[in-house]
């Protein structure tokens, strides 16, 4: 099987800023801004983003389209859609076992709703949410490519391991998390490499330039949310490329090596 050019083009759009998420997550663990009320912020808005931006709109979907189940097709998208949404409730309660060692106890959804979003989380959603009224399909399918940043928290998280504590618990979670977002950024891609045919080379441009902007605001979300580790003029240049890609596992998604 040949891998569409095109799909191997969007891969190296978003490689270095895969790179720039992950630099932000690595540069946190050790720094010297990190302490415990640091590391309850960031772990109440992961638990926003897995309960309230991951298992809400799943079940929110689930709701809205139980009438319309039926044949074979749509029995297998809602079994899907409740997949995801087990998944994403697991992550949550992953971090909130995290959450409730450090502090004794968990804010209730309720509470979650205005303890755990942050403006650059919201910048993100709204961005999203522009690019799918914008642009229909193709904005659906950037946010699909660019749901879990290459699982770049998840995959320096696990790196953790080696240390005690909380940081032996962060490990643990992220472990789980790795394996299920990376079923869901393959879900992604293999619904571009099941439509090939059906974009132009425009709808590719187009695409591209969707997904990279998602990408450039993951960054700035993703450091706000760990208390800016990083720098303004290093996130600026990170953002902008200046760091080592982050090779993509081609074989892992499609059984070869990049050809």
């Known amino acids: 099987m040949t891998i569409n050019p095109h799909i191997i083009g969007l891969i190296d759009r978003c490689e270095r800023l895969w790179a720039a998420e992950a630099e932000v997550v690595r540069t946190y663990w050790d720094s010297p801004i990190r ?3 640091t590391d309850r912020l960031w ?16 079940l929110l979907w689930a709701h809205g389209n139980i009438d319309g189940v039926g044949g ?4 297998a998208e809602f079994l899907e859609e409740l997949d995801v949404l087990r998944e994403e409730f697991i992550h949550y309660m992953g971090f909130a076992g995290i959450y409730e060692a450090l502090s ?3 804010p209730s959804a309720e509470a979650l709703r205005g303890l755990g979003a942050w403006p650059e989380n919201d910048t993100l959603q709204a961005l999203r949410a522009r690019h799918r009224r914008d642009h229909g399909d193709l904005g659906l399918r950037a946010q699909r490519f660019t749901e879990g940043g290459y699982c770049t928290l998840y995959s320096e998280g696990m790196k953790l391991a080696g240390r005690g504590g909380i940081d032996r618990m962060i490990a643990a979670a992220c472990e789980v998390v790795f394996n299920d ?3 869901h950024m393959l879900r992604g891609i ?7 045919g059906d974009l132009s080379d425009a709808d590719w ?13 993951r960054v700035v979300m993703r450091n706000a949310q760990f208390s800016a580790p990083v720098a303004p003029e290093r996130l600026a240049a990170i953002q902008n490329g200046a760091c080592d890609p982050l090779p993509f596992d081609y074989q892992r998604a499609f059984g070869q090596p990049r050809t």
């Open 190 to 196: 293999g619904d571009l490499h099941g439509s090939v």
């Open 205 to 217: 441009a187009l695409l591209g330039e969707l997904v990279e902007e998602q990408l450039v605001n």
């Open 43 to 58: 772990l109440m808005r992961q638990m926003y983003k897995e309960l309230l931006d991951g298992a809400l709109p799943s």
């Open 72 to 75: 074979l097709d749509s029995r």
């Open 181 to 183: 977002e990376f079923g």
């Open 35 to 37: 302490n415990e009320d």
């Open 104 to 106: 004794g106890q968990v």
